[in-house]
């Protein structure tokens, strides 16, 4: 076959046409060569190009590529500069964007342009225009092995959301139909023009070498290797947005009783409020319902989601998307939304300033309509995107959903909660900050209270009716109590006298409250890191073994530094198998571990047993889940109830074969102090038992409760404490 084969249109149009799977598959696999003239530069670039790409290198295919690169205001004296040496400006600017390009190129179609690229098969140069301008023309010339060229012109640039999701059309002109030659040889010498440097307002500079060297550094050698030969249905792994629509559920989502009872208070409570839900008891669909029931209360609406974490992004995103795609009844408005409709903004992708403000002013101009826009609560307060919402058309509904609530109260966030969102529903299981009265204040203050609670009593005894289990497991609570060292002990001592002598000038001024709080943030240390608490243990592991015949599913909370190292020694005496778990860990995929994350490959290696404990600092509180957790130890832990309260939630997840969870925890009992302050003592006493708040809530609702309030009391009675 040719491209004098092909069936093809004269135009085509993505509201009805599927432009990958008609036109550019199609094309791209009959051709030896492939010049591109494309918008700005994106790593998504290489996604779409990618399609269909196994024919064209079986062919040996060369590519050619001239993608522009973004430019900000910022940047413009460095522009002016790059007229000198362009190269080097470019590669500048392109390396703070190698790390999308390195995560595209570990894909699998990906990884194959990359191998072009290092064989000379792909050539990519970048179109700059200075003063601020952008190099946005869209043009593509396809040729075949007998001489045969097509080119196509028209609106969409060379990203997966223009060939997937996007509004596009493109008119296709063929060099063998003489009517047609007047359109396509001015298309054939446009391209010309620029790769060879003679545009007269852009600047056009080869890819700086630097840059390509980085982009094939871990590319196979051989294109035998690429992972798009090694399976025999390449058609089967082409992305096509339209097939992934006809997935049929297997199970229809429908709201609980509670989930309609929490968004009924937040309506009547003119659209503010909390939902102080506890993990596992679905408030994230609850809210994911909450705009099914706003998104129509205007013409033009818009939902701002922000979450505490880049990887959260995702899980909304997929959230909604899971909807839409498996066409839940429940949620008819949301089914009309596209993935034009969404978008994803902060660091997480590249040249997202540009891209939002295009979409908020298409919401301005009546060319689009609904807008969730997923972002993190860092980007939430940043001076940018409070300008753009700030600036919004007063007949917007501007709806914002903050995930995790109580982040937002930190006083560098509290900017991005506008008085522009009339709209307002915050998420959390503990939405009041630990020791952060006013930033507590503002929280509540501005989405006016909660308006439902699920607390997590409710959620280990109520039945879900959707799996017949509670919907967090019940537990049983185990503390430990042991003393310090005598060196330890003499150390908490001296620094007790030391706190004792500030305590009456600690307020006095910031130096001496400084001192006062470093004494205690030291003292505390030594609560945490007690020695003590790793022979408790190793004896706790060995309970654990003898209970229940084998360790597995094990989590480890320890204090960085010494313990963690030793509890890691422990285990690996014990001839355990772990994984460490640290702020370290890799976030992207890799080959070495399957194509998964680092992170992901630990956590699977849990779920499948292939190893039995996870040792975690405290990276592992929020945000990241591991159902099949079924054993939790504590070393070391802060007083803030929320962190202890993620760290319950990490072990009472629902999971197979999981009908209760084990808690171990260790009490480190303080040495007596004598000829100490006397309102410094009685201070001192509610220090430590702010330290007794974490067991008491833990023993409060245990199967086991009574024996371990019994045990509390007796530690308490040791210290004085009642």
């Excluded at 530069?41 to 790409?53: D, K, N, Q, T, V």
């Excluded at 060319?367 to 753009?388: A, P, R, V, W």
């Excluded at 592992?620 to 760290?647: C, H, M, W, Y």
Aim: charged share 30%; hydrophobic share 35%.
């Amino acid at each position: 076959m040719s491209l004098k084969d092909l069936n093809l249109e004269k135009s085509y149009d993505s509201d009805k046409d599927n432009l990958l799977r008609e036109f550019y598959i199609p094309a791209l696999s009959q051709s030896v060569s492939y010049k591109r003239l494309a918008g700005f530069f994106s790593s998504g670039i290489l996604s779409a190009a990618a399609s269909g790409i196994s024919e064209f290198i079986k062919h040996n295919g060369k590519m050619q590529l001239i993608i522009g690169l973004e430019l900000n205001e910022d940047d413009y004296d460095a522009v002016k500069a790059a007229t000198i040496n362009p190269e080097e400006y470019a590669s500048k600017l392109l390396m703070s964007q190698l790390e999308g390009l390195e995560d595209m190129l570990r894909e699998e179609k990906v990884e194959a342009l990359g191998w072009m690229l290092a064989n000379d098969l792909l050539q990519i140069k970048i179109g700059m225009l200075p003063r601020g301008g952008i190099f946005h023309l869209k043009v593509g010339i396809l040729e075949d092995s007998g001489g045969n060229k097509i080119s196509f012109s028209g609106s969409d640039n060379e990203t997966p959301t223009a060939w997937r999701h996007n509004i596009e059309e493109f008119k296709v002109f063929r060099s063998w139909v003489k009517e047609e030659q007047g359109w396509f040889l001015p298309d054939e010498e446009k391209f010309n023009r620029f790769w060879e440097h003679r545009g007269e307002r852009v600047i056009i500079v080869d890819l700086p070498e630097a840059i390509k060297m980085r982009i094939i550094k871990s590319v196979p050698k051989k294109r035998e290797e690429l992972k798009i030969f090694q399976s025999n249905k390449i058609e089967s792994k082409i992305i096509d947005s339209s097939l992934e629509e006809e997935k049929v559920p297997s199970k229809e989502i429908k709201l609980r009783n509670y989930q309609n009872e929490a968004i009924e208070n937040w309506i009547k409570n003119n659209y503010k409020g909390i939902f102080e839900m506890a993990t596992g008891t679905g408030k994230t669909l609850t809210a994911i319902s909450c705009i099914e029931k706003t998104i129509n209360k205007s013409s033009n609406y818009i939902c701002v989601i922000s979450v505490p974490y880049k990887h959260l992004i995702d899980q909304w995103h997929d959230g909604i998307n899971d909807i839409i795609n498996t066409k839940q009844k429940e949620f008819r408005n949301l089914l009309l939304l596209t993935n034009n409709n969404q978008i994803q903004i902060g660091s997480i992708s590249l040249n997202w300033k540009r891209s939002i403000s295009n979409k908020l002013l298409d919401i301005q101009n009546g060319l689009l309509n609904k807008l969730i826009i997923y972002t993190t609560h860092n980007t939430l307060s940043s001076e940018f995107l409070i300008d753009k919402i700030s600036k919004l058309d007063g007949k917007i509904e501007v709806m914002i959903i903050v995930d995790e609530v109580h982040g937002v109260g930190a006083p560098e966030r509290q900017n991005g909660l506008l008085e522009r969102y009339n709209l307002r529903l915050g998420l959390s299981a503990t939405p009041k900050r630990w020791m952060d009265e006013e930033g507590t204040g503002k929280i509540f203050n501005y989405f006016k209270d909660t308006v439902f609670e699920f607390p997590i009593e409710r959620a280990i005894k109520e039945i879900n009716p959707d799996t017949n289990k509670t919907y967090l497991t019940p537990y049983d609570y185990h503390p430990y109590d042991v003393d310090l060292t005598e060196e330890e002990s003499q150390a908490y001592i001296d620094i007790t006298k030391k706190i004792s002598q500030l305590y009456t000038y600690k307020n006095s001024s910031d130096t001496y409250r400084q001192k006062y709080n470093l004494l205690l943030i030291k003292r505390a240390n030594i609560i945490k890191s007690a020695k003590n608490k790793l022979e408790v243990f190793k004896k706790i592991i060995k309970d654990i073994e003898q209970k229940f015949n084998e360790i597995d599913h094990v989590l480890v909370y320890c204090n960085p530094g010494e313990q963690f190292n030793s509890v890691q020694d422990i285990l690996s005496d014990l001839r355990i198998k772990y994984h460490k778990f640290t702020n370290k860990e890799g976030t992207r995929p890799e080959k070495k571990f399957n194509n998964m994350s680092e992170r992901k490959f630990i956590i699977k290696d849990l779920v499948n047993g292939d190893s039995q404990a996870l040792v975690a600092m405290k990276c592992l509180d929020e945000g990241i889940d591991i159902p099949s957790a079924k054993f939790g130890v504590i070393l070391a832990s802060s007083t803030n109830p929320r962190e202890f309260i993620q760290r319950r939630g990490r072990i009472l997840r629902p999971a197979p074969n999981k009908d209760k969870s084990y808690i171990y925890d260790i009490i480190v009992l303080p040495p007596k102090i004598s000829g100490v302050n006397d309102d410094f003592e009685k201070s001192d006493k509610n220090i430590i038992k702010k330290e007794f708040y974490r067991y008491k809530e833990f023993s409060r609702i245990a199967d086991n409760s009574a024996e371990c309030l019994l045990k509390l009391i007796e530690i308490e009675k040791k210290l004085e404490l009642i």
